[in-house]
C-alpha cells in the first residue's frame, strides 16, 4: 500500500486528504489517506508512472517530499506492507475521482484511523 499525504495550504492553514472507508471490510468507517495499492514495493518514479497517479494528480505537479520506510502491519488474515509518500501540491486537488476530503492537517487526530496509519502518525509530529 502506498499511501498519498497529500498536503497543500489554503488560507494559511496547511491541509491533506482523507476519506472515510464505506467497504464491508475491517475497517470500514475509519478514515485514511489515498493511496494506491501494488502487488510490489515500487521506487517512487515508478509510482509516479502509475495510471492511478497521473488520474489523481493530473495537471498538477506534486513534488514528493519524503518517503518513509517500510511499514509492516499484521492483519488476522494477511500481512500488509506501506509506504507513506509525503507530497506537497501547491493547490487543492479538483475533480477528486475517490472523493477525499480535505482537512486541517493538525486535525487528524479527531479522525479514527486505522491502527496502520496510526502507526505513521506516532513516528512523527503531525500537526505541522
Known amino acids: 500500500m502506498n ?3 497529500i498536503n497543500f495550504i ?11 472507508r464505506t467497504k464491508q ?6 478514515y485514511d489517506f489515498p493511496y ?3 502487488n510490489e514495493q515500487l521506487e517512487p518514479d515508478e509510482l509516479t508512472f502509475s495510471s492511478e497517479w497521473k488520474s489523481l494528480f493530473r495537471n498538477k505537479k506534486p513534488i514528493i517530499k519524503h518517503v518513509s520506510g517500510v511499514i509492516k ?5 494477511q500481512t500488509l506492507y506501506a509506504v507513506f509518500y509525503e507530497i ?9 475521482p475517490q472523493a ?5 492537517r493538525s486535525e487528524i487526530k479527531k479522525y479514527a484511523v ?13 500537526t505541522k
Open 3 to 5: 499511501y498519498l499525504v
Open 88 to 96: 506537497d501540491v501547491k493547490s487543492q486537488l479538483n475533480d477528486n
Open 10 to 20: 489554503k488560507n494559511k492553514r496547511n491541509y491533506i486528504y482523507i476519506r472515510k
Open 36 to 38: 494506491i495499492e501494488t
Open 100 to 104: 477525499f476530503n480535505p482537512i486541517v
Open 73 to 77: 502491519h499484521q492483519l488476522s488474515h
Open 114 to 126: 486505522p491502527r496502520l496509519v496510526d502507526k505513521y502518525l506516532q513516528s512523527l509530529s503531525f
Open 25 to 30: 471490510d475491517i475497517w470500514k468507517n475509519l
